[in-house]
Antibody, heavy 122, light 106 residues
Framework: QLQLQESGPGLVKPSETLSLTCTVSGGSISSGVYYWGWIRQPPGKGLEWSGSIDYSGSAYYHPSLKGRVTILVDTSKNQFSLKLSSVTAADTAVYYC??????????????WGQGTLVTVSS | DIQMTQSPSTLSASVGDRVTITCRASQSISSWLAWYQQKPGKAPKLLIYQASTLDTGVPSRFSGSGSGTEFTLTISSLQPDDFATYYCQQYNSDVSFGGGTKVEIK
């Protein structure tokens, strides 16, 4: 059973860089050309896609975050990561990692991590 | 960017009711649309993809329809476990989500 688990600091200071890791278990991140994504949800609000990456490192980002967001993959550790620079209070959210259902397609998400709350505050 | 607009934002209903949620796209997305159910403190759960295909294990009381710019999610007979927030997601161009529809107990 494929499982995803987010990890990283729960508190980040304004203007600093938010860094999160998603560890995939129960399957290899490089078995099949799946895309793996990050989605965030500010408290009490809706979902926002941040970006997605495949096992080769081919990444796509939300237009509003381009320039601040970087998603990387580490197949040796079966992990992918999110880095978001110059954070503000508006970046406070629950961050989810997830897998796109169909290979080689940035489509719907069928497997999700439990989410991790990141608060931006001094 | 493709904007997704859901209506209503909140819906009050009773067990057994037929419930319909609408999602409109700012431009045509063909059938590249998914629906999710989210309960408080939990990750979203995929219900439907490609506008009308039920994901594995999703009860048949859920159905999806539409293409182009207008889509609907229908729950044929609302069950106690269905009180939750529902989101649509387009993936025709990048990914974007609707604002959500909370289905609450009447």
């Amino acid at each position: 059973q494929l499982q995803l688990q987010e990890s990283g600091p729960g508190l980040v200071k304004p203007s600093e860089t938010l860094s999160l890791t998603c560890t995939v278990s129960g399957g290899s991140i490089s078995s099949g050309v799946y895309y793996w994504g990050w989605i965030r949800q500010p408290p009490g609000k809706g979902l926002e896609w941040s970006g997605s990456i495949d096992y080769s490192g081919s990444a796509y980002y939300h237009p509003s975050l381009k320039g601040r967001v970087t998603i990387l993959v580490d197949t040796s550790k079966n992990q992918f990561s999110l880095k978001l620079s110059s954070v503000t209070a508006a970046d406070t959210a629950v961050y989810y990692c997830a897998r796109h259902r169909e290979m080689a397609t940035i489509g719907e998400f069928d497997r999700w991590g439990q989410g991790t709350l990141v608060t931006v505050s001094s | 960017d493709i904007q997704m607009t859901q209506s209503p934002s909140t819906l009050s209903a009773s067990v057994g009711d037929r419930v319909t949620i609408t999602c409109r796209a700012s431009q045509s997305i063909s059938s590249w649309l998914a629906w999710y159910q989210q309960k408080p403190g939990k990750a979203p759960k995929l219900l439907i993809y490609q506008a009308s295909t039920l994901d594995t294990g999703v009860p048949s009381r859920f159905s999806g329809s539409g293409s182009g710019t207008e889509f609907t999610l229908t729950i044929s007979s609302l069950q106690p476990d269905d009180f939750a927030t529902y989101y649509c997601q387009q993936y025709n161009s990048d990914v974007s989500f609707g604002g959500g529809t909370k289905v609450e107990i009447k």
